[in-house]
């Protein structure tokens, strides 16, 4: 067996979870799920459009994965409460959903999308891998299933942030805009959801602090020396929750849910 | 209920004939997607490990290892999906590799216990002329599985296994 982590000594199944520990980590799947559909959305409106073909199949790649991992986190909450995972996807409204908001802003140009990509692709590379040692069995094996596909995901977006901050006047001048946009709204990414410590606590949870100094310590370097950008000087934006959202998610929902809705009996699309 | 008898073996021979839904050539065996195969009196079930989590071909394969043991004549037929331990691409046979070859896709590279970031990609060698000397033109391909290649010297565009 390869890959699979260190696994705690103690270990959790299903039955064994208190209801509160239920509860924070039924919220805890939904958000990492929340985010990943909003990416996917994201990746799959570059579809038809992206500068060339092997990129436009490259992303669309990527937004499948995502949506896969989306899957395997909202079948563990299925695994909890019997919650129907399109359902989650198709029928909650904007103020239902619980990405950051990092995700939801339009895709903007390619250099836009390529960092906000990365930027996405090093954190859920660093926070599986730190889940793949979670006490909660069901969420390490999660884990270690997704990690080898975004290996793949930060390869090709990080050598993409290198090329496109490296390559014209053009193309640094739209990286660095695109990194002075982002940069505070990635500070979200490693806030809790309610409850979360406790889980933290119990080992069925990474530390987000680890996985950010992680972070920090992967992209600050790639992007500054390899990559001669600047850090904004901007602060971090994570004051307010997962509740809160930009104008850009309802119009986004409206759309990706409109067959879903049109038509809420379909079994087959 | 008519129980018809079937030994573990013949349920492992008749999902040997199970193709890959996108890859053809090679069966679900081959790709070492089978896990187990259990058989308790007329009851067998067959647990299964997904390629790629989004795979999209996952209900094809579930459907299509139902069918192939019921054409055996078994009425209880469970099809079960694991995803532990996770598959890897060391788990194709050595005949499947060579099959993936001949059909012109480069056989995945080994894959061991993989670091998170590897920024090189593994090396890889032209189907047609065996050649080391080959460029990657695109890290993700027509599939979740396989990547873009040109080979440097028979001049070919080729596709690549990824190494998982």
């Known amino acids: 067996m390869t890959g699979s982590g260190q696994q705690s000594a103690v270990s959790y199944q299903q039955e064994a979870l208190t209801p509160q520990f239920q509860t924070a980590l039924i919220r805890k799947l939904t958000a990492l799920a929340d985010d990943e559909i909003i990416l996917a959305h994201r990746d799959g409106e570059w579809t038809g459009h992206a500068p060339i073909l092997e990129e436009d199949i490259a992303l669309a790649n990527i937004a499948q994965d995502e949506l896969g991992h989306a899957g395997l986190y909202l079948e563990l909450r299925r695994e909890l409460d019997g919650s129907d995972p399109d359902r989650l996807a198709f029928f909650r409204d904007a103020d239902g959903f619980t990405n950051v908001r990092l995700v939801e802003l339009p895709k903007g140009d390619w250099a836009f999308t390529m960092l906000r990509q990365y930027l996405f692709d090093a954190y859920e590379a660093l926070w599986l891998d730190a889940a793949r040692a979670s006490t909660y069995a069901p969420l390490a094996e999660v884990a270690a299933k997704a990690l080898r596909e975004e290996k793949f995901h930060l390869q090709h977006t990080s050598l993409w942030v290198e090329r496109l901050a490296l390559g014209t006047d053009e193309s640094h001048r739209r990286t660095q805009n695109a990194l002075n946009e982002l940069w505070p709204f990635a500070a979200q990414l490693f806030q809790s959801v309610q409850d979360e410590e406790k889980l933290v606590e119990a080992g069925i949870l990474p530390d987000l602090t680890g996985v950010r100094a992680r972070w920090e310590a992967l992209v600050v370097p790639h992007l500054t020396q390899k990559c001669g950008l600047t850090l904004p000087d901007t602060p971090a934006d994570a004051a307010a929750g997962r509740d809160m959202h930009t104008e850009h998610l309802a119009p986004l929902l409206s759309e990706m849910q409109s067959v879903a809705r049109a038509v809420p009996n379909a079994e087959v699309w | 209920m008519t129980a018809v008898h079937v030994t573990p073996e013949q349920v492992w021979t008749a999902l040997a004939a199970v193709p890959d839904p996108e890859i053809p050539v090679v069966s679900i065996t081959g790709m070492g997607m089978v896990r187990d195969v259990t058989v308790e009196g007329g009851r067998v079930a067959v647990t299964f490990t997904p390629t790629f989590s989004g795979c999209p071909a996952l209900h094809v394969i579930r459907d299509s290892i139902g069918e192939a043991v019921r054409a055996l004549g078994v009425e209880d037929v469970e099809v079960k999906s694991t995803l532990t331990p996770p598959w890897t691409s060391d788990w194709i046979q050595e005949d499947a590799r060579e099959r993936l070859r001949q059909y012109g896709i480069a056989p995945p590279a080994p894959a061991g216990d993989t670091p998170l970031i590897t920024l ?45």
């Not at chain 2, 593994?122 to 391909?141: D, H, I, K, Q, W």
């Not at chain 2, 873009?148 to 190494?163: I, M, Q, T």
Request: with cysteine; aromatic share 8%.
């Open chain 2, 120 to 164: 090189d990609p593994e090396p890889t060698r032209c189907p047609r002329c065996g050649s080391l000397n080959v460029r990657m033109t695109a890290s993700f391909g027509p599939t979740l599985c396989k990547r873009l290649y040109v080979c440097e010297s028979c001049r070919e565009p080729f596709e690549g296994f990824k190494s998982v």
